[in-house]
């Protein structure tokens, strides 16, 4: 039997014993079945945009969770002083942090890029830390949570009750996915990205330009952590330090699915 033969086995036998699993654990336990599937969503759709930031512009982003931290007070604050609704809120935030990134690239990232991974942690990590601090300063360290009646929707089957708001956590995780799917393999600006991502010295050789590129992405990837942080914020508490875990949580479902797998990271979660 070939390796490839093998392989394909082995990845059957996985599939087939973690179905055998999930019916297990949803027969009996489904409430643990439903919770873990909306929070398993929920780390994948903010490890989506960090993914995209590693396999195409190759740095390590440690202030990953404080854009998405920054996101959600963005989307507090529209509700404090205008009414928005956080989930409406999504919309000036994707707007309000494309800007955002496109600034961070141009005076922080642009410079440590293709220079030792050590130094792109330190800056990231300092960055992490200015961002942490200015949200200390403007919101204070108070945890904060908006009281929506929407969130606490829930829905009956037999003598089993779950949470149906979570739900939309599944729904982002899959927009994203099939969205950057989409933007990678069917535009051109995609198809670049990917070029660069492989061999940035072959993609300016016929003509892409890197720099661009680079900026396209990283941009891209903070509007849509800081419109993440928007919905985040509906159902969670958020104080300046709620974003640090999940950049170590995006960082292992990346490191488990392997730099450039978006489905990966789905799978992994």
Request: glycine share 8%; hydrophobic share 55%; net charge positive.
């Amino acid at each position: 039997m070939s390796l490839v033969s093998k392989l394909k086995q082995s990845n059957y036998q996985i599939a087939i014993i973690s179905v055998i699993l999930i019916v297990v654990l949803g027969s009996w336990k489904p409430h643990v079945l439903v919770e873990g599937f909306q929070r398993a969503c929920l780390y994948a759709v903010i490890a989506l945009p960090m993914a995209l930031i590693l396999g195409i512009v190759g740095i390590i982003n440690l202030a990953h969770g404080e854009y998405m931290m920054l996101g959600a007070y963005f989307a507090y604050s529209l509700n404090v002083y205008i009414g928005m609704d956080p989930l409406v809120a999504i919309v000036p935030a994707l707007i309000a942090f494309f800007l955002i990134g496109m600034a961070s690239y141009r005076a922080i990232i642009k410079y440590v890029l293709g220079t030792p991974e050590l130094n792109q942690l330190l800056l990231t990590f300092g960055l992490a830390m200015v961002l942490e601090q200015m949200a200390n300063l403007i919101w204070t360290s108070r945890p904060i949570k908006l009281p929506l009646q929407y969130v606490s929707a829930s829905a009956t089957i037999g003598s089993f009750t779950f949470g149906t708001y979570e739900f939309i956590y599944v729904g982002a995780a899959m927009v994203v996915l099939v969205g950057l799917q989409l933007f990678l393999k069917r535009t051109s600006m995609g198809q670049a990205a990917l070029a660069v991502g492989q061999n940035p010295r072959g993609a300016k050789l016929v003509g892409i330009h890197v720099d661009r590129t680079y900026l396209l992405v990283f941009s891209l990837s903070i509007a849509l952590i800081g419109a993440l942080g928007a919905i985040f914020m509906t159902r969670h508490s958020i104080f300046p330090l709620v974003g640090a875990p999940f950049t170590m949580k995006s960082f292992c479902l990346i490191a488990m699915a392997g730099i450039g797998n978006l489905r990966g990271i789905l799978w992994c979660s």
